[in-house]
């Protein structure tokens, strides 16, 4: 159940490779360099494997590249050319993902820059990268965008780089599980959690349509222009920068509910994830159902059905009954490779009229939950309604009137300090034209605002904590869909 899952690709250090709080406190950096050696060591052994790994595939680029120049010169045709322009660009690629590795490595890896949460935590996801990368039983084609990816995000905030990796480290995982069914579980379970999160998060800053604006947007017979129904998503670049932070803030609230990683993180308000975190706990695990994960699966098997059925409906291919039973064969034997002997299930041949009938996501998801040893199983089975996520939705909605998530964009205690006193004086401000209700309001808010930028102090003051990406940066590649 949530138990097999929660350790689907992270486990904890062993007692002797963890490096306790106080230890870490206690010492000084020749001190930890020294003590800690075995785990620093680490660090730099599997980065260099990741790293090999870059440069043997950007040596079979360039091998390729010069072999369709060559190619070119004895056959200048219109094909060879666009081979030539493919390796060139595959070549362009490689040697962009072993620039942004060698950079991060020479300039974010060095021992006096690895903080506590690295050592421990950060390494764990490294060595499963780096035993993937080296794995000659997964195809190099599905690890290369794995390390892709997660090269894009090395250029950010060192929490977005802890996500970013630890992303990478669970899609290397599921690509090594023997079973295909539960890994493509997993991550379709980890898909519906951010899914929800984000919904979550986006809801407690939305606003609601008003009466004007439904009747001039939406249009009788349609659904709101906005992606959250009734409400409307703020238009706050702060909030896009600050959006992905807050996802994992609620994925913190949640680790124990749903064996998530906690994952500490400075940019983030604490009230948000206490408060916000709780209605969190209170609607989001009734949403990730055993039916509801399935159902996501099926929909992704169904659709590469479609595909192999398009695939197979022209030509002659299915032009007799026995090369539709071949065409039969061949696509549920690509399916059982892909998602595993379970999904050929949605194929069925018909021998009364000598068909391919394919079934719908909803009857395979039925058919895969109902089996209790087929998939790991979550708290619930049922289906989720639409209501259902309606009505978490508007309780995030509520969110915005019971804490402050007051952005904090700089990495310095200075601007902190000033844009928490601004901040915390326009409440002052507003407090002299309240009534007394809403004055105890407001004092509560300035209470909360200035224990959470306490807390932010703080932990700027830790080792390491003024390496922050900008707020333009992480605005940017906010937008890009990526952590910042």
Not at 173 to 182: A, F, G, I, R, T
Not at 309 to 323: F, I, M, T
Not at 463 to 473: M, R
Request: with cysteine; charged share 25%; glycine share 4%.
């Amino acid at each position: 159940g949530v138990d097999q899952l929660s350790a689907h690709f992270s486990p904890e250090p062993t007692h002797d490779q963890a490096i306790s709080e106080s230890d870490w406190k206690n010492l000084n950096l020749a001190q930890r360099l020294n003590r800690f050696k075995g785990q620093y060591q680490e660090v730099a052994d599997h980065w260099q494997t990741i790293l090999r790994f870059a440069e043997k595939h950007l040596a079979e680029a360039g091998r390729a590249h010069e072999e369709a120049r060559q190619n070119v010169a004895i056959h200048p045709g219109e094909e060879s050319k666009c081979k030539l322009e493919a390796a060139s660009k595959l070549k362009e690629s490689r040697k962009e993902l072993v620039k942004r590795l060698t950079r991060y490595v020479g300039e974010k890896t060095a021992e006096g820059m690895l903080d506590l949460f690295y050592l421990n935590q950060t390494r764990q996801h490294l060595a499963e990268i780096a035993k993937t990368v080296e794995n000659q039983n997964i195809p190099d084609a599905e690890k290369m965008p794995l390390l892709e990816e997660m090269s894009f995000g090395l250029d950010v905030c060192k929490e977005g780089v802890a996500m970013n990796i630890m992303e990478c480290a669970s899609q290397c995982h599921l690509k090594s599980l023997p079973n295909k069914l539960h890994a493509a579980y997993q991550q379709a379970r980890e898909e519906l959690i951010n899914t929800y999160l984000l919904m979550a998060v986006r809801a407690s800053h939305a606003e609601e349509w008003s009466p004007e604006e439904n009747a001039k947007d939406i249009g009788p017979g349609k659904a709101p222009a906005g992606s959250l129904g009734d409400y409307k998503e703020s238009a706050s670049k702060t909030f896009k920068s600050l959006e992905i932070h807050e996802v994992q803030s609620l994925r913190n609230a949640l680790s124990k509910e749903l064996g998530l990683d906690y994952l500490a993180d400075r940019h983030i308000s604490m009230n948000y994830q206490e408060v916000v975190g709780q209605i969190a706990r209170d609607k989001i695990p009734q949403l990730i159902t055993t039916h509801n994960v399935a159902k996501l699966v099926a929909e992704k098997v169904v659709q590469r059905a479609k595909q192999l059925l398009e695939e197979n409906s022209s030509g002659e291919k299915l032009a007799s009954p026995d090369k539709i039973l071949d065409a039969y064969g061949a696509m549920s034997s690509t399916l059982m490779e892909e998602f595993g002997p379970e999904a050929k299930a949605v194929f069925e041949y018909d021998t009364t009229i000598n068909s391919i009938v394919l079934l719908n996501a909803d009857d395979l998801a039925e058919a895969w939950s109902a089996s209790p040893t087929l998939l790991p199983q979550e708290k619930s089975t049922i289906k989720v309604e639409q209501q259902h996520v309606r009505q978490m939705v508007t309780a995030f909605f509520q969110a915005d009137r019971l804490v402050i998530s007051s952005p904090r964009p700089s990495n310095t205690r200075a601007y902190l300090a000033s844009g928490g006193d601004h901040f915390l004086g326009s409440i002052h401000a507003s407090i002299h034209q309240q009534n007394d209700d809403e004055k105890k309001k407001a004092l509560r808010r300035m209470q909360l605002a200035q224990d959470s930028l306490a807390r932010a102090n703080q932990h700027l003051s830790e080792p390491g904590a003024n390496d922050a990406a900008s707020t333009a940066q992480n605005a940017q590649l906010a937008q890009n869909g990526r952590v910042t």
